[in-house]
C-alpha cells in the first residue's frame, strides 16, 4: 500500500514562514503528480500548489508569489515553502499524489492525513 506522511505545520506570526513536506511511501511506481491542497475551518478544500513529474508547477492566484512547490523525486517527496504568511493561509494542509502503482497499472489518487497550518499574532 501507499502512504502519504505529511510534516511541518505549525504556528507562524504574519509575515512568517513555513516548509510543509510530504513524503510518499509503499510500492510506487511512478508519480505523476504531487499537489497540496488546504480547507480552512466552514470552507470548501482548494487546491494550493501542484508540481507534474517533468517539473511543471501550477499555483492558485492567493498564493503566487509567496509559496513554492517542489519536489525531490529519489524521495517522492513533495515541499510547500511558505513566505510571506497571512492569517487568511490558516488552515489544514494535505498532500494528494497520482501514483502508478506497476507499469500495467492506471494512476490512483492518494492523501495524506493533512497539516495544520496556523497564522496569528
Known amino acids: 500500500q501507499v502512504q502519504l506522511v505529511e510534516s511541518g505545520g505549525g504556528l507562524v506570526q504574519p509575515g512568517g514562514s513555513l516548509r510543509l513536506s510530504c513524503a510518499a511511501s509503499?510500492?510506487?511506481?511512478?508519480?505523476?503528480?504531487m499537489r497540496w491542497y488546504r480547507q480552512a475551518l466552514g470552507k470548501q478544500r482548494e487546491l494550493v500548489a501542484s508540481i507534474t513529474s517533468d517539473g511543471t508547477t501550477n499555483y492558485a492566484d492567493s498564493v503566487k508569489g509567496r509559496f513554492t512547490i517542489s519536489s525531490d523525486n529519489a524521495k517522492n517527496t513533495v515541499y510547500l515553502q511558505m513566505n510571506s504568511l497571512k492569517p487568511e493561509d490558516t488552515g489544514v494542509y494535505y498532500c494528494?499524489?497520482?501514483?502508478?502503482?506497476?507499469?500495467?497499472?492506471?494512476?490512483?489518487?492518494?492523501w495524506g492525513q493533512g497539516t495544520q497550518v496556523t497564522v496569528s499574532s
Open positions: 494528494n499524489a497520482i501514483i502508478v502503482l506497476s507499469r500495467a497499472s492506471v494512476s490512483w489518487s492518494y
Open positions: 509503499g510500492s510506487i511506481f511512478s508519480i505523476n503528480a
